[in-house]
């Protein structure tokens, strides 16, 4: 009975629902320093923050920056939009409304590859920079112009999608794997595979 709880658990969209929202903190973050707003940052803080993008970023960014936009707030939103593709029909089946793409099959890896290498990236870097805290390599006497709750939806909105993103790609993975070859859905061989993943995912 606890297998059976437990290979459902793991089977969960949860996860994917979980990574979707992970990152959202962090973006508003980004995007209210972006605005100019200090907040878990001093004033100093900010204006270091904007000048260094004004004059070291790339100029997409710092054209982007100029408007209140944050380039990493954008990334984290792509993210959510991953997790959500790994819970959700359109993950599997381009909607049909988009314009000549649209009612094509998603390939079975697509989501699978940046969701993998996206959660082992995010869960190393936040764990490494938990553990130079730990042992005090990074202190944060070094950065008074920043409160130490700024690591909340900072890396520990990395942490968090770090993990259920690859809990997410696993049970996406196990999903399909059931019904579909590991090459992905075949539209001549395995239309009625392909059928029964999509609706696997609603």
Known sequence: MKRKSCSKSLLSK??????????IPYALLKTVWATG????????????????????ADP????????????TAILAIIASLLALALVRPWGRM???GLPLVGGRKVP???????????????TTISMVTFYKIIMGS????????????????VYG???????TISLAALAYQI????????????????KGACKNVQNDNE
């Open 14 to 23: 949860k996860w994917g629902y979980a990574a979707s929202v992970a990152l």
């Open 157 to 163: 909105g990395f942490f968090t999608w770090g993990i």
């Open 138 to 153: 990074i202190r944060f006497s070094d950065f008074t112009d920043f409160e130490p709750w700024v690591l909340i939806p």
């Open 108 to 122: 079975c890896w697509l989501p699978l590859i940046p969701a993998w290498l996206g959660g082992l990236l995010f």
């Open 175 to 190: 999903r399909v794997s059931r019904i579909a070859p590991p090459s992905g859905c075949s539209p001549r061989k395995k």
């Open 94 to 96: 381009i909607p049909q």
């Open 60 to 71: 997409v960014s710092g054209l982007l920056y100029s408007y209140g936009i944050d380039i």
């Open 37 to 56: 707003v200090p907040l878990l940052v001093s004033e100093k803080g900010i204006e270091e923050l904007h000048a260094s993008m004004r004059t070291v």
